[in-house]
């Protein structure tokens, strides 16, 4: 059995089962009532249409982590884009096979998705193709979504001009440059925009899609059934740590300085970018 067929199977069950929603009382009446408010097992109607751009140089788990629960919606078809089906390379060197082209994409999406990435990232901003196509996909998207660096991609074909956005820390501030209002927050959603912060929050990211789309009981049997439950090993990240004090090791206060000065050629590097755009 597929791991997202035991997901799915699992969130049946427990829907089915009402092993999830609270009886108000121990009535007959009221167990009626609870049971008619419960979501269906499975959802009605045409399926879900999810389109996740893959792009040479991306960032594989931007795009894993999401693709893995919006798998896990039941009746969703989620396809995997790009200009041809050809295989594209992550920034990591994992191969990711499209499944579907640009020309065969659905006109009506549910769910429009990006991720993100660094080289492969800026040169999709300046790509007219890559830009033309997200904002033909956008105009009759019920959400427009991304993870990381790819809220720069969005903001690139002008999709988040007057909406609240975030990305990856590093480019979060240049979110001003492609119009949007930066939020310092692991996710943000303004109207029917959804964007995630870097990387790992690409599970939160895609808990609150399907919180959207299904309900909060499905996104918590998800959030279950893939044991979602961070516990980061260190319980001060670098980035949140305070300034270097004279007391401080000199490990810490090297640490530090290269945390803070690492990112500075990839914010040049955007920055040159996102001038272009709005030139």
Not at 59 to 76: G, K, R, W, Y
Not at 93 to 106: K, N
Not at 265 to 272: D, R, T
Request: glycine content about 8%; overall charge positive.
């Amino acid at each position: 059995m597929y791991r997202r067929d035991f997901a799915k199977q699992l969130g049946a069950a427990l829907l089915a089962g009402g092993l999830i929603c609270e009886l108000p009382a121990n009535s007959q009446e009221s167990a009626t009532s609870s049971q008619s408010n419960m979501p269906h097992a499975m959802p009605s109607g045409p399926p879900l249409q999810i389109a996740m751009l893959v792009y040479p140089g991306m960032t594989a788990m931007d795009l894993v982590a999401p693709q893995l629960v919006f798998a896990e919606l039941m009746n969703s078809a989620v396809h995997l884009v790009w200009k041809s089906k050809e295989t594209v390379t992550s920034d990591t060197g994992i191969p990711i096979v499209p499944t579907m082209s640009f020309s065969d994409c659905p006109a009506e999406l549910d769910v429009l998705f990006v991720g993100g990435g660094t080289r492969g990232t800026w040169a999709l901003m300046n790509d007219s193709g890559v830009n033309e196509f997200l904002r033909s996909r956008s105009m009759k998207a019920k959400l427009v979504t991304s993870v990381c660096t790819g809220s720069l991609v969005l903001g690139a074909a002008g999709l988040l001009k007057g909406y609240r956005a975030t990305s990856h820390w590093v480019a979060r501030d240049l979110l001003p440059l492609l119009g949007a209002i930066p939020v310092n927050a692991r996710v943000v959603e303004d109207r029917n925009r959804i964007t995630g912060a870097g990387v790992t929050a690409g599970m939160d990211f895609a808990l609150r899609v399907a919180t959207r789309l299904r309900g909060e009981k499905y996104a918590q049997i998800l959030e279950l059934a893939n044991e979602y439950d961070p516990q980061p090993p260190s319980s001060r990240a670098i980035l949140r740590m305070p300034a270097p004090k004279s007391g401080n090791s000199s490990e810490t206060s090297t640490l530090l300085r290269w945390a803070r000065r690492a990112p500075r050629l990839c914010k040049l590097a955007c920055v040159s970018v996102c001038r272009r755009k709005l030139e």
